[in-house]
């Protein structure tokens, strides 16, 4: 549904500031229906991103392509415009008409198309509505909580119906409860809707609520990206560790770190212990809940002969759940 190819973005330089090379040969793919979450610190290219995916930004170099368009190859505004209506966005500080209620605030990309007074306001309350909001309709912005003014900014981007929803860190204003709320929302509209949704963002919690893939930008590259459970994993991932941290290990411990969840890696520690003649102990573990799935990274100690215990490792290591023991010594030992 969306695919960059070999993005760069370089802003040129001013009186006061050098050229910035905000995005350096990015490439990434979002497939139709995922829920994309693009993480990264303060001035990793996270929010360019967003806009190039747009094209309210036009890439230096590279290439995007939403929904079988190239729009880097449309010249004209009224290609491009219309390739936009395909691509709704939602903002950190909501954008919403003070003057506007609810239902009118909705009803403005409609109104800006040329769509009739009566079929707009339809498709706007129908979508107020669907996002939870059909008491508020003529309440206006100042009447309206942080969580209730994202959600008629979220009807606001649907209005046209677009295939894309790119959210810019269009939680970040909110108390925990409302984020949890729209994060929840932007999930279920994305499935209901048939919808492709990019979400940027700087918190890792969002993308454990919300995501089913997740990208990693550092200095505007592209430095880890995946499925959430093959990004937990995956041995070295960066993002590894944030979504799913390593437990803390009792003082003296050799263990093996095993993870679980998603894709019938429950089984392999019921399996380990039926097929070998070792003893497994837990001694330290977390869990934590990614996008709709558990998951969790145990750290087990194995103890038995040293050729069953070689055997059992090998299992692990093969069912591709486990990473190498933590402890040099556990693997010197049954090497």
Known sequence: MITLRHIGKTFPATRRQAAVTALDDVTLTVDRGQVMGVVGPSGSGKSTLARIVNLLERPTTGTVTVDGTELTALTSARELNRARRGIGMIFQQFNLLDSRTALANVELPLELAGVGRAERRARAGELLE??????????????LSGGQRQRVAIARALAPRPKVLLCDEATSALDPVSTASVLDLLRTLTEELDLTTV??????DVVKR??????????????????????????????????????????GDQVVELTVGGDGHDAVLTELIRRYAVQVAVVAGSVETLGDQRFGRLQLRVDGAPQDVRAALDYLAQSGAAEAPADRELAGAVA
């Not at 089913?212 to 560790?241: I, Q, W, Y």
Request: hydrophobic content about 40%; proline content about 10%; aromatic content about 0%.
């Open 130 to 143: 669907r996002v939870g909001l059909g008491d508020k309709l003529g309440s206006h912005p100042a009447q």
């Open 199 to 204: 979400l940027i963002t700087h918190e890792m």
């Open 210 to 251: 919300a995501c089913d893939h997740v990208t990693l930008l550092e200095a505007g590259r592209v430095v880890d990206a995946g499925a959430l459970g093959d990004v937990v994993r995956r041995p070295h991932s960066p993002l590894a560790t944030r979504l799913l941290p390593h437990p803390a290990l009792p003082a």
